[in-house]
């Protein structure tokens, strides 16, 4: 199953990741298969998204999300047939940002592993994503645009956009796309 193979190395630098990674082992270890992982419909289920960024000016792309009332990266849930979370974090951002270029940056890796609460709503209670995080790059920054009135795109410095967010856990993935873009051996 692809998403035990993502999490072989999937990064934990603290407690709390640590136990969100093992807790999305155990559940792709015990499932049957896709309808088990990636359902919606279940208390705990996956997502793939990504911070896109552009690379030669450091800058990273930020949402608003309705929902959770946030400023946040993209992404969503799988479709059918998709299996792999980096497949869906793609679809996804190209989806939500209109960007059609986007390419895994500066690799494949996956950058962060965070369980995180969904509130209820008209049309699902509340429930837990198991975000798979990965970072996409585009050159055409400009071509971005919102999918929808409502869903504002803003393209920001990492200071500026964990300044902007204010879930821990976004704030924590932004430290790694920073860490990233500083790094002196990307492009």
């Not at 500066?106 to 609460?117: E, F, Q």
Request: charged share 30%.
């Amino acid at each position: 199953m692809p998403l035990i193979e993502v999490l072989t190395d999937a990064p934990a630098r603290n407690d709390r990741e640590r136990a969100d990674v093992e807790r999305l082992r155990s559940l792709a270890a015990a499932a049957a298969g896709w309808d088990e992982i990636w359902d919606r419909s279940t208390p705990l289920h996956v997502t793939g998204s990504a911070f896109v960024v552009h690379p030669p000016t450091r800058r990273v792309l930020l949402r608003w999300h309705d929902r959770q009332q946030a400023w946040i990266q993209v992404g969503g849930h799988g479709d059918p047939g998709e299996e792999h979370p980096l497949d869906v974090a793609r679809r996804e951002a190209t989806e939500e940002t209109g960007l059609d270029d986007l390419r895994p940056w500066p690799d494949a890796r996956l950058v962060h592993v965070a369980i995180v609460p969904v509130p209820a709503n008209e049309r699902e209670p509340a429930h837990e994503h198991a975000d798979l995080r990965y970072v996409l790059a585009t050159d055409e920054p400009n071509r971005a645009r919102a999918e929808h009135e409502g869903a504002e795109v803003r393209w920001l410095s990492v200071d500026a956009a964990i300044e902007l967010t204010v879930a821990a856990n976004v704030k924590e993935s932004l430290r790694r796309v920073g860490e990233l873009l500083r790094a002196p051996t990307t492009s």
